[in-house]
């Protein structure tokens, strides 16, 4: 697979985690403790994972925007 390809469902499903941890967390008192165990905590561990890779797939970007060689100065 494409890293383009890779990403166009990788970030849907990245942003769907983040509600999901959003969500959980704001009712968190109102979920049963079970429910709030099986939705946010394996959310949790996914959206870390999903992370990495999302961060993998664009680590050339990264680093040439962030890790630019310094041009030399001149004489």
Known sequence: MKKANALK?????IGLLILNQLTTGILREHLPEETFEHLHIPGAILLII????????NWSWIKAMYFKKKAAPKA
Do not use: K, M
């Open 9 to 13: 469902i990788l970030n849907p499903v």
């Open 50 to 57: 999903g992370t990495i890779v999302h961060l993998a797939l």
